[in-house]
């Protein structure tokens, strides 16, 4: 299962939940990256090198962490991809990863409207001293931009403002948009919109269209023999 989903989205948040419900690893390719990193191995020292050049890393390393990684045994029954794949080279070979190993591509987009992830965004603070984040509209401080536990003033995070915010949903849009064109024409696909709803009705619904996906899968499949 691969999920997709703009910064802002909650993806992270339907991730967790998503393989807690079903059971199946999460797959991170940038927590991989980081790990690997940290531990200092080869290939975690080839990619900081490539990270310090200011390069995007490559896609055949990518490539090659997430086939070691689902070879492993607890990707046997399925896993969620997050961060995987970016590029249509990267979707292609996932594709053919996934034949080669028996296993079927579901894609999960998980649509938020952009004005609704710029208004959550947008409203973060954060306390500089502790560094304790607030949301004024979600999540606000007991005094209006003061951190509740040492009174310092909040800030609005470079990152959280709103041109850096459109932008970066820009840069999504161009980078994502051709993924899922391709996915959409070839495997089975779940769009859902999380604008406005709880977190967990919404994984719920997810586990909903992956049950029903897996069981028409498995129709498919027992009724080739007829
Ligand atoms: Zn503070």
């Known amino acids: 299962m691969v999920l997709f989903g703009p910064p802002g989205s909650g993806k992270g948040t339907q991730a967790k939940l998503l393989t807690e419900m079903l059971g199946l690893p999460h797959v991170s390719t940038g927590d991989m990256l980081r790990e690997h990193i940290a531990a200092g191995d080869a290939l975690g020292m080839e990619v900081r090198e490539i990270i310090k050049a200011g390069q995007l890393v490559p896609d055949y390393l990518v490539i090659r962490l997430v086939e070691d990684r689902l070879d492993r045994a607890d990707c046997e029954a399925g896993v969620l991809l997050d961060g995987f794949p970016r590029t249509l080279d990267q979707a292609r070979m996932l594709v053919g990863m996934a034949e080669g190993r028996g296993l079927r591509v579901l894609v999960i987009h998980l649509k938020v409207d952009y004005d609704v992830i710029t208004a959550r965004l947008t409203g973060r603070r954060l306390c500089p001293q502790c560094g304790t984040l607030y949301n004024i509209r979600l999540k606000p401080p007991i005094v209006a931009g003061r951190c ?14 709103e041109s850096v915010i459109r932008q970066r949903l820009v840069g999504y849009d161009a980078q994502t948009m051709p993924v899922l064109e391709y996915f959409f024409a070839r495997v089975r696909f779940f769009e859902v919109d999380g604008s406005d709803r709880k977190p967990e009705h919404l994984a719920k619904e997810i586990v909903t269209w992956i049950r029903s996906a897996i069981d028409a899968d498995t129709d498919e499949i027992s009724g080739e023999g007829l």
């Open 148 to 161: 509740d536990i040492e009174g310092a003033r909040l800030i609005v995070r470079e990152d959280d403002k």
